[in-house]
């Protein structure tokens, strides 16, 4: 009998990106499969069962990467070597194994999504332990400078956003038919909106006859409070449409502020991807998600902050790809609205063409697709009633040998 092909999303709340990913795969399968597909997005770290170090660790990374940053940055660069990322999967095996075999126990999936790389090695571990192999493809969600721990050979598909994160999933280990190009997933609203902005505008309650910028800060944006100062003085002829990103005191700092423009003030919304395409422009940090959603939606981007790690890489590829600029201060954020929107708006133009040039605003799409393949596979395999695919041991052994692989790379 005909069932409905089961998919799980692992994801995690460390920030809006590996979550807003998951959610995108997840309306694009409902969209493309309907009823034919049963999907779940869960978070393992939320699990009461894991160590309460990893468990606040997605609250606690706000704090680290805007208070300590130089901390977070070396950090980050000292586990992206070989012996500390080994160290790093070996300890998050011991303590996500029994939650993440229990969901696959449970929810009996078809293919595992992956948007947060911590759940790799626990997967492969369970796997190997009780024989119970399912396709898994994770997908990344950092432009170019991608962490090592995102690629690891228990997967069927790595998913990645650009070229240059490619090269770093061959030099990883993968082979070359398990590392594709998609793009980063984003809301599949940004694929089917087709409005003019000022219509949009209007119906969101905005003035539709003014150029418009969309401020997005959150907790992780050190510097959008005197941005917004220098902004609100500068007698521009430009309307605000500012986002806290979910950050209540910026928040309420918003709106105690005498405001001497046209202003519109939002905490935490659901609608970015409308309001994305209702502005002339975006001024953000260079996260791998609002980046990508910007990029989808043809809009400029200004980089207001750019955190350590893999920020940088993202930060570079916009810049380089003449879609973005970073203002290192607020004059400079003023110097650059000014040239962007002078005259008839020419350079702003410019990069609004090639932020759709860079898009993929269908990533979710082709994500979604590629997953529906295998999960296909995967159920036809237990309906036809065969035996259930092993690990063998050359399988089994082969991850070793890949991270030898990788050690002597570095190593030379």
């Not at 920020?311 to 380089?320: K, L, Q």
């Not at 000014?338 to 005259?343: A, C, M, N, S, T």
């Not at 295998?374 to 050359?394: D, T």
Request: proline letters at 5%.
């Amino acid at each position: 009998m005909y069932r409905a092909k089961r998919i799980l999303i692992l994801t995690a709340d460390a920030g809006f990106g590996h979550r807003s990913a998951a959610n995108a795969i997840a309306v694009a399968l409902q969209e493309l499969h309907g009823d034919a597909c049963e999907i779940t997005v869960a978070n393992p770290l939320a699990d009461a069962r894991v160590p309460a170090l990893l468990r606040h660790s997605q609250v606690d990374h706000d704090r680290l990467v805007r208070d300590m940053r130089e901390l977070y940055r070396i950090g980050y660069e000292a586990s992206d070597t070989s012996f500390p990322s080994l160290i790093v999967e070996s300890a998050l095996t011991l303590m996500l194994f029994e939650v993440l075999g229990d969901l696959i126990k449970e929810r009996r999936p078809d293919a595992v999504v992956i948007t947060y790389p911590m759940y790799q090695a626990p997967l492969a571990a369970f796997f190997a332990l009780s024989r119970r192999r399912v396709p898994v493809v994770t997908v990344v969600t950092d432009l170019t400078t991608v962490h090592r721990l995102w690629f690891h050979d228990v997967v069927d598909l790595c998913l990645v956003p650009t070229e240059q994160a490619r090269e770093l999933a061959l030099e990883n280990g993968l082979e070359p038919d398990k590392v594709r190009i998609t793009g980063i997933p984003v809301h599949p609203a940004l694929a089917r909106e087709n409005r003019p902005p000022p219509l949009i505008r209007r119906e969101l309650g905005w003035r539709p006859d003014m150029p418009t910028a969309l401020v997005v800060g959150s907790k992780r944006v050190s510097n959008l409070d005197t941005v917004l100062r220098v902004l609100n003085h500068s007698g521009l002829n430009l309307q605000l449409v500012v986002v806290a990103g979910g950050d209540d005191a910026l928040y309420e700092r918003l709106q105690a502020t005498e405001w001497h423009g046209v202003v519109h003030l939002y905490n935490y919304v659901s609608n970015m991807p409308e309001m994305m395409c209702a502005a002339d422009c975006i001024l953000c940090k260079a996260g791998g998600l609002i980046v990508t959603e910007a990029l989808a939606a043809g809009l400029p981007i200004l980089l207001i902050d750019v955190l350590p790690g893999q920020e940088c890489g993202n930060a570079e590829y916009v810049i380089n790809g003449g879609a973005a600029e970073l203002a290192e201060d607020p004059i400079a954020v003023l110097e650059t609205l000014y040239h962007w929107f002078e005259g008839q708006g020419d350079l702003l133009a410019q990069r609004a063409a090639r932020a759709r040039a860079l898009g993929r605003k269908r990533a979710a799409y082709d994500v979604a697709e590629q997953v529906w393949v295998l999960a296909e596979a995967q159920a036809s395999l237990e309906e036809g009633q065969r035996p259930r695919r092993r690990i063998s041991l050359r399988r089994l052994f082969s991850r070793p040998k890949v991270r030898e692989r990788r050690l002597n790379r570095s190593e030379g």
